[in-house]
């Protein structure tokens, strides 16, 4: 039986380790972005092989806690939706990795300009994601508290939207300068950012369902 | 020729597991928290335990209703329940077992002229209307109670499944051991005024004659429990309703103390100590109470989750059963009686002759039957063992093939 066993305990350390590695891949993908804007690529890279090193680690967590939710048959009537929302949060440090990688390879050139709203952008954006992961956390405590919790991601989604439109606006028509393909580079490292707050909307509403069928 | 008219029993026996663990772990099984595997093996267990060792107390309720005095007689009541059974649980129904019996019963009395106790069979009908109602607001209470407790404490939620997983295995053992207790009676109650077997020593304890045909029946349960329990398992524990891990749990929780309530002499006799009356000892329809139990979630939940049309075949089966049973055990007897000649039975009048001609007839193949019982245990003790070390060994197995082939991926991965 599991409550004479050390599986559930494992199961709620790996996911915990799950959630934190999350939260730490967060973390230095700012430290990442505003490295890279102030063009100290030594620090961008040593904060690029951590997020790589820790979307790993969430791999091979994510495999292990879904493996042992089969085996031990825990949690057989929300199995599916833990999975679903652990491979949603998965999905953002997969984000975070892609991005810097790209980053990495493509070295935009972001104009001194807009470095203020680009660190504005990536803040916010990885904000979505921060606030995500205590309603994740507090699904498996308190669920009665994760509609509350979640209210503050919907928020800095729809911020990160807001500042990404207008970062949008000041590129394609007030700096003329600037030729099409760079205003299209730009753009595409905007929409990789922006695209984080997207991924912590999205498990976000999975969470939500998730409480209310929990709470119920 | 004794072990012969014991096989309708044994019939039942199997019926009376393959329809009714699912009442104890149907909810279990169907919210997934345990596995069927694990539930049969518990439910056989306790089954057995609660049969031999509290199997007395419904039994003499059941021969108030008529005293079948003719093994004949005796094997054809236990074997048109065990037929009407098995065709309700072919449909994958969850009948009643007690009602089974009961109609048999009231079959035999009619076809051997016999006066049914007006007042066991509206005590016993009394019971079948009491349970699921108790159940019902059991379940409710229960069901606030543990959502307030759970919203209080601030556990993970793994872990609080897990003490749910463990709480349902509990539970269930506690009800199995109740329902063997106050079921077996449905099994072999039938055979008790016919049958006097010789005690049997199996080193650490001695059973007596009815506890022998208690342990026969548990057996026979088990292995109903095993090999058929699986459907009616899925249709108690999906079909009714969508339920809940808590939910599962308090279910089992409300009809396990339904069932003790009906079981206990102890209780009993402490209810009458404090001066209200006598709980009676009587078979419970364990279908009805586990229905009733459900039903209170249901109604707790609001009436849109549950599953009305499967209620209503439930309910259709459950006035079929008993009307079925009866018809059945009368024109059964009829042929027993009149094409193979067997005695099935006599009118109260002629039950000491009837039973005197028993005694004298049956007292050497029942000496020989209790060797039997003895050596056939022997055996289901040795292959039981074998079986469960294998099973153990082979879980172990898997295991580690699982582990070090996931510790293999991530090696290959790095």
């Known amino acids: 039986m599991p409550v004479f066993t050390r599986t559930t305990k494992n199961l709620i350390l790996k996911i915990d380790e799950f959630f934190d590695n999350i939260d730490l891949g967060l973390l230095v993908f700012k430290e990442a972005i505003k490295a890279f804007l102030d063009k100290d690529m030594e620090a961008f890279n040593r904060h690029l092989q951590k997020v790589d090193s820790l979307e790993n680690n969430a791999d091979r967590l994510q495999r292990s806690i879904e493996n042992e939710m089969i085996t031990h048959s825990i949690l057989p009537q929300h199995r599916a939706e833990v999975s679903t929302l652990i491979d949603e949060l998965d999905e953002i440090i997969d984000a975070l990795k892609s991005s810097l990688n790209e980053i990495c390879i493509e070295m935009p050139d972001i104009p001194s300009s807009l470095n203020k709203n680009f660190i504005s952008l990536s803040e916010t954006s990885v904000s979505a994601a921060e606030e995500l992961i205590p309603a994740a956390r507090a699904y498996f405590k308190a669920p009665y508290t994760v509609r509350e919790k979640l209210l503050k991601v919907y928020y800095f989604e729809s911020e990160t939207d807001k500042i990404s439109f207008n970062m949008k606006r000041i590129i394609f028509q007030e700096m003329k300068e600037l030729d099409l393909a760079h205003k299209a580079h730009l753009r595409y490292i905007i929409h990789h950012v922006e695209n984080i707050s997207d991924l912590a909307q999205k498990a976000a509403d999975l969470l939500s369902g998730m409480a209310i069928k929990i709470v119920m | ?414």
């Open chain 2, 1 to 414: 020729m004794i072990l012969f008219f014991l096989t309708s029993g044994l019939f039942l026996g199997w019926s009376l597991g393959a329809n009714d663990a699912s009442h104890i772990f149907g909810s279990a099984v169907g919210s997934k928290m345990v596995t069927f595997r694990k539930a049969a093996i518990i439910a056989s267990v306790f089954f057995i335990l609660g049969a031999v060792i509290q199997g007395s107390g419904t039994s003499q309720t059941l021969g108030k209703l008529g005293a079948v005095n003719a093994i004949g007689g005796s094997f054809t009541v236990a074997l048109a329940a065990a037929i009407t059974i098995y065709m309700m649980t072919k449909f994958a129904l969850p009948i009643s077992t007690t009602q089974a019996i009961v109609g048999a019963i009231i079959g035999w009395n009619f076809f051997t002229g016999n006066r049914t106790d007006s007042k066991t069979l509206s005590t016993i009908v009394a019971a079948w209307i009491a349970g699921p109602v108790i159940g019902a607001v059991f379940s409710i209470a229960l069901y606030i109670l543990f959502k307030k407790f759970k919203r209080s404490v601030r556990i993970h939620l793994i872990r609080f499944e897990s003490y749910i997983k463990t709480g349902l295995v509990v539970v269930g053992a506690f009800g199995a051991y109740s329902l063997g207790a106050n079921n077996i009676a449905n099994v072999m109650g039938v055979f008790i005024p016919a049958f006097n077997l010789q005690d049997l020593n199996l080193w650490i304890i001695t059973l007596n004659s009815n506890q022998q045909l208690f342990l026969l029946g548990g057996l026979a349960i088990s292995t109903g429990i095993i090999t058929y329990s699986w459907k009616v398992m899925d249709t108690i524990g999906s079909n009714i309703l969508e339920l809940s891990s808590e939910a599962a749990l308090v279910v089992v929780l409300a009809q396990s103390l339904v069932l003790f309530i009906f079981s206990s002499t102890g209780l009993s006799d402490f209810i009458v100590s404090i001066g209200l009356p006598r709980i009676p000892m009587v078979p419970v329809s364990s279908s009805q109470v586990i229905v009733g139990c459900i039903l209170g979630i249901g109604l707790y939940k609001g009436v849109r989750n549950i599953n009305f049309k499967v209620l209503g075949e439930i309910g259709l089966a459950w006035l079929i059963s008993p009307v079925a049973s009866g018809l059945l055990t009368f024109f059964l007897l009829f042929f027993m009686k009149n094409i193979f000649n067997i005695n099935v039975g006599s009118n109260t009048g002629e039950q000491i002759a009837a039973a005197e001609q028993i005694t004298n007839t049956m007292n050497y193949s029942q000496a020989y039957a209790s060797s039997i019982i003895k050596y056939f245990l022997l055996g289901i003790f040795i292959f039981g063992t074998i079986g469960i070390a294998y099973y153990l060994l082979l879980t172990r197995k898997k295991k580690m093939g699982l582990q070090k082939s996931e510790e293999k991926f991530w090696m290959n991965m790095k």
